[in-house]
Nanobody, 125 residues
Framework: QVQLVESGGGSVQAGGSLRLSCAASGYRISDNHMAWFRQAPGKEREGVAAVYLGDVSTYYADSVQGRFTISRDNAKNTVYLQMNSLKPEDTAMYYC??????????????????WGQGTQVTVSS
């Protein structure tokens, strides 16, 4: 059974940092593209960052470019999202996702087959 379990969310003040983790079980993350999405109340789920298998190319939403870093540790079967210089608009539920597809459609939620349950990030001003 495939499971993705996120952790590391919490409440921080603007300018602070958090590191999210996504631990996978039941399959190998090295066989999939991995991504982080977020969803704020009343808004659609949006892609935040992705790291591809193979050449491990990384992709970021414009809103987080330069502040967030996605990485993967295949040995630990875990994906991370380091979030620095957090802003109130980063407040959302953050989800880990896994999928295999061709092309650079990383920010489309429909491309991913597996999802975690989410971890809440709240940034206060």
């Amino acid at each position: 059974q495939v499971q993705l379990v996120e952790s590391g969310g919490g409440s921080v003040q603007a300018g602070g940092s958090l590191r999210l983790s996504c631990a996978a079980s039941g399959y190998r993350i090295s066989d999939n593209h991995m991504a982080w999405f977020r969803q704020a109340p009343g808004k659609e789920r949006e892609g935040v960052a992705a790291v591809y298998l193979g050449d491990v190319s990384t992709y970021y939403a414009d809103s987080v470019q330069g502040r967030f870093t996605i990485s993967r540790d295949n040995a630990k079967n875990t994906v991370y999202l380091q979030m620095n210089s957090l802003k109130p608009e980063d407040t959302a539920m953050y989800y880990c996702a896994a999928g295999f597809f061709r092309g650079v459609m990383w920010s489309s939620a429909s491309m991913y087959s597996y999802w975690g349950q989410g971890t809440q990030v709240t940034v206060s001003s």
